[in-house]
């Protein structure tokens, strides 16, 4: 098992990752809790045992569960469960589970803690990591939220040989991005090394910027121009495609503005490839409808801001050059 905290002050917790990481729920609850609400889905094959009185909670399914509803009817049943700030949330799931409990954790006597059991490799090496919590609006993703960091997570590796090969795929896509943020060799890692150093290096990140005042933006490296085709939203791409195509596009726009090599582009495309990852825009995609979204990131305050490569590492550079973020989409295709 490989051991590692996000460090944090007196809010610092372990994240244990490896074979069986579930099994030691017991272990990470805050000492003296003696309820535990769980949190899952009925689509979500694992089992955990918090080893103290315990109640599920079943969550419905999909990015559509993801909203106030689901929130409000969590936090009614923790109210007619009785759950106190001496209890602890569960969550057990992927992204959708762990964003939706965390809030619902943050908002519920304005606070009460939450241990993340994660499921899928996108939430192993994002979403449990770091504290962002929130849920969808009719109006957009993740529109409602807070920071609110879990008193522990477990990353159990085994439980990911039961994701089907495109979910494990969309884990892959946020991945690779590691490997531009200072993972050396990543692809060569054995899963469980390769998750404890996407882990350790978004810990680093978080620790120095929990509430996103600047660096840990860089965290969101291949993602304006992934959530930009998420948000088009007729590709059927799940959201690590999309941002791996969105890794391609930050390579190129960075080359075009002088800020990295050819070499260095390929080696973005290696990494890419190397997980069996889509490359190219989808054929029916508008670039000039991309270029309009990219103004719509949450990250876009007073002009755009592109998460690049260059002499320095990933950074956050404004970009307002509408011609050559236009230009680069023909290097997609
Ligand atoms: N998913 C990006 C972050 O946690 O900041």
Redesign the pocket.
């Known amino acids: 098992m490989i051991e590692l905290e996000v460090p944090l002050g007196e809010r610092s917790y372990r994240v244990l990752v490896g074979a069986g990481a579930r099994h030691r729920l017991l272990e990470v609850l805050p000492i003296g809790v003696e309820r535990v609400a769980l949190v899952t889905q009925a689509g979500i094959p694992v089992e955990v045992d918090p080893g103290v009185e315990h109640r599920v909670f079943t969550m419905g399914e999909g990015e559509q569960s993801k909203d106030l509803g689901t929130v409000e009817d969590l936090c009614r049943d923790f109210a007619r469960w009785g759950l106190t700030r001496g209890d602890c949330v569960v969550a057990v799931g992927g992204g959708v589970v762990t964003d939706t409990a965390g809030f619902a954790a943050a908002a519920y006597h304005r606070g009460v803690p939450i241990v993340h059991v994660s499921t899928t490799l996108l939430g192993q090496v994002?979403a449990a990591i770091?504290g962002?919590t929130g849920v969808n609006l009719p109006e957009g993703k993740n529109l409602v939220g807070a920071f609110w960091q879990p008193a522990a997570v477990l990353c159990d590796t085994d439980v990911l040989a039961t994701l089907p090969p495109r979910e494990y795929r969309n884990g892959l896509g946020e991945m690779a991005k590691y490997a531009f943020l200072g993972v050396d060799r990543l692809a060569d890692l054995p899963l469980d090394e390769a998750v404890a150093a996407c882990v350790a290096c978004k810990a680093e990140v978080v620790g120095s910027d929990e509430r996103?005042g600047g660096r840990?933006a860089i965290?969101?490296y291949g993602h304006t121009l992934g959530h930009a085709l998420e948000t088009a939203g007729s590709y059927d791409l799940r959201h690590g495609e999309a941002v791996a195509i969105g890794l391609i596009y930050a390579a190129e726009l960075a080359h075009r503005m002088g800020r990295i090599s050819g070499d260095r582009v390929a080696e973005h495309r290696k990494v890419v490839a190397g997980y069996d990852l889509p490359m190219a825009l989808p054929p029916d995609s508008d670039p000039e409808q991309l270029v309009a979204l990219f103004a719509r990131d949450k990250k876009a305050v007073g002009g755009l801001t592109f998460v690049l490569d260059g002499p320095n590492g990933v950074e956050p550079v404004r970009v307002d050059d509408r011609a050559l973020l236009l230009d680069t989409f023909t290097a997609l295709t």
């Open positions: 994002d770091g962002k996103e840990r965290l969101n």
